[in-house]
């Protein structure tokens, strides 16, 4: 199974930027896309972002599309998610997730089938 270590997060103003990283360590030819998640106090975790591994190609909540922008390096087994504009509503505990078998759209999004999780990082912009 993957596992997930996530790095990056910490406190930001309104308006700032922040980077995640997520590194993959075991990953196999089945683990087809990594997604980033997030869960504010009160709240259900929710999607943010998601790449796959072959293909690249990448897939946004429509709250973050244009402010952030999800990267790999495949040779390295990470992927980053590079946060801009950040509001006070992106704060939250943000989470990497790997999944395997394929997917596109919508079935992207749902964390029920990403099977390993990171650690979680907190996210805090303040206003």
């Known amino acids: 199974q993957v596992k997930l270590v996530e790095s990056g997060g910490g406190m930001v103003q309104t308006g700032g930027s922040l980077r995640l990283s997520c590194a993959a360590s075991?990953?196999?030819?089945?683990?087809?896309?990594v997604g980033w998640f997030r869960q504010a106090p009160g709240k259900e975790r929710e999607f943010v972002a998601a790449i796959t591994w072959t293909g690249n190609h990448t897939f946004y909540t429509r709250s973050v599309n244009g402010r952030f922008t999800i990267s790999k390096a495949t040779a390295e087994n990470a992927v980053t998610l590079q946060m801009n504009s950040l509001r006070p509503e992106d704060t939250a505990v943000y989470y990497c997730?790997?999944?395997?078998?394929?997917?596109?759209?919508?079935?992207?999004?749902?964390?029920?089938?990403?099977?390993?999780w990171g650690q979680g990082l907190q996210v805090t912009v303040s206003s």
């Open positions: 075991g990953r196999t030819v089945s683990d087809y896309a």
């Open positions: 997730a790997s999944r395997a078998g394929y997917c596109t759209g919508y079935r992207c999004s749902v964390s029920a089938d990403f099977g390993s």
